[in-house]
């Protein structure tokens, strides 16, 4: 088990230089390549747990629930490992379901269920796995669990979640707070909603829930939404419902770049931001980081295949592509990308870092400027521990990427690299 460390004692990333070899944590991500091949997500528990625990001292000081949100990272055993810690689990499908049950099974009644297109056989899933709150984003939806929970004889804990209409200041794709998004309830519409779901003996109006994007740097959009959901519980309180849950879902975000960065400082601020927003509201706070907890643990590590010239340009090709992590093809995203052998001088190429993949867009990064690298040398991606790997694809019938977790100095395989066999296996030749 990860000892937890004090919420100073560990950088905000647990990749650095040792003898001239990057590690993460004890472990030599040479050796590691070694070992277990490339391309290849490495993971620190010891930072998993020291980001959770960031989470849980910051609000210590109310009664709350972790559920860290599993697309992050869908990993049986860093879910087990953030379970083991106390986390509950924010998941979108009937999949994430099977996961928390694989992963911890008693756990299952810290789960909330979010998603906009709820299936009949995931509601009756998680009712029976007594989730602790469906987070409703229809009418239709809210008709449908109605209808399960009869036919179930399950009385549904339910919240709506509600679209406030703030902006989040992030990237369009992942921005969902605005009326023009498809997630959540207009928040205008909430309260009559709440009053014809009362009338159902089978749903039981427990919660709100919101959530406005991700990759959230600044953290007023939090304190406004949470302001306007306080005003709703009120209006929700007059009209006799029995309100015991606010969720203030995910969205918190990290540092991609290379300045400092201050993870404890990070956190406070938004532990206030959603005090200011909940003003006097004691209700049982519930909370979906998934980012924040995971992405800088994480690195992709990955060989350079190949070094040429096309024209001005320089290309580095790796054997990671963009099916193993999409997000700079995706949203433009900034990857830090450093050689895990240090440099000895302070000479530089620029390049384009691109993958094998048959895209023009499959690039890690475009211009960057970087140490000299030849074929065979490996570099690392950092802070690619949330939404790497759980993003990953197949395309181009590439097998995805192994995972290890460096846990007190030891490597522990977490996930086996895909087989071609693997690939081929649900397929039929008709
Ligand atoms: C409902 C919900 N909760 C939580 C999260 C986790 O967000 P993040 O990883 O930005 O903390 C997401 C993703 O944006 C989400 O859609
Ligand atoms: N996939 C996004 C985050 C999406 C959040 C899910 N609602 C990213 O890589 O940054």
Request: charged letters at 25%; proline letters at 5%.
């Amino acid at each position: 088990m990860t000892k937890k460390t004090a919420p100073d004692q560990i950088s905000a990333r647990p990749f650095a230089y040792r003898n001239r070899t990057l590690h993460c944590d004890e472990a030599s991500l040479s050796t590691l390549a070694d070992q277990y091949g490339t391309p290849l997500y490495v993971y620190s528990a010891r930072q998993i747990s020291h980001r959770f625990q960031l989470f849980e001292t910051a609000f210590a000081n109310r009664p709350h629930t972790i559920c860290y949100a599993v697309k992050a990272n869908s990993s049986l055993a860093i879910m087990r490992l953030l379970a083991q810690q106390g986390a509950g689990f924010d998941i979108v499908s009937g999949g994430e379901l099977e996961r928390v049950r694989k992963a911890h099974k008693p756990v299952l009644k810290k789960v909330v269920f979010s998603g906009v297109g709820k299936q009949i056989w995931e509601i009756d899933a998680a009712l029976k796995g007594n989730i602790l709150l469906f987070n409703v984003e229809s009418e239709t939806e809210l008709h449908l669990l109605a209808a399960r929970a009869e036919a179930l004889n399950i009385r549904a804990r339910f919240a709506l979640r509600v679209n406030p209409d703030v902006f989040a200041e992030t990237h369009p794709y992942i921005s969902t707070g605005l009326s023009e998004h498809k997630f959540g309830i207009d928040i205008k519409a909430a309260r009559s909603i709440y009053r014809k779901a009362a009338k159902s003996k089978w749903l039981d109006p427990a919660g709100v829930s919101v959530h406005i994007g991700s990759q959230i740097r600044k953290v007023d959009p939090f304190a406004a939404a949470l302001a306007r959901v306080t005003s709703l519980i009120a209006d929700l309180r007059k009209d006799g419902h029995d309100i015991r849950y606010v969720d203030a879902g995910g969205g918190l975000g990290i540092d991609y770049g290379d300045g400092p960065f201050n993870p404890a400082h990070q956190v406070e601020r938004y532990a206030a931001a959603l005090a200011q927003g909940l003003a006097k509201e004691t209700a049982h706070l519930l909370l979906e980081p998934g980012r924040f907890i995971v992405a800088q643990a994480g690195a992709l590590l990955t060989r350079v295949l190949v070094v040429k010239k096309n024209g001005a340009k320089t290309f580095v090709i790796t054997d990671a592509g963009m099916n193993d992590l999409i997000r700079p093809a995706l949203y433009h995203a900034h990857h830090e990308i450093i050689p895990i052998k240090r440099p000895a001088g302070k000479s530089t190429l620029t390049a384009d870092i691109v993958g094998p993949v048959c895209e023009s867009g499959d690039f890690f990064a475009r211009d960057r400027v970087l140490p000299p690298v030849k074929p065979g040398d490996l570099v690392l991606l950092l802070d690619a521990g949330a939404y790497g790997m759980s993003l990953s694809s197949n395309y181009n019938s590439r097998p995805r990427p192994a995972e290890v977790l460096i846990d007190g100095g030891k490597s522990k395989l977490i996930r086996r690299r895909e087989t071609i066999r693997d690939l081929l296996a649900p397929e039929l030749l008709g």
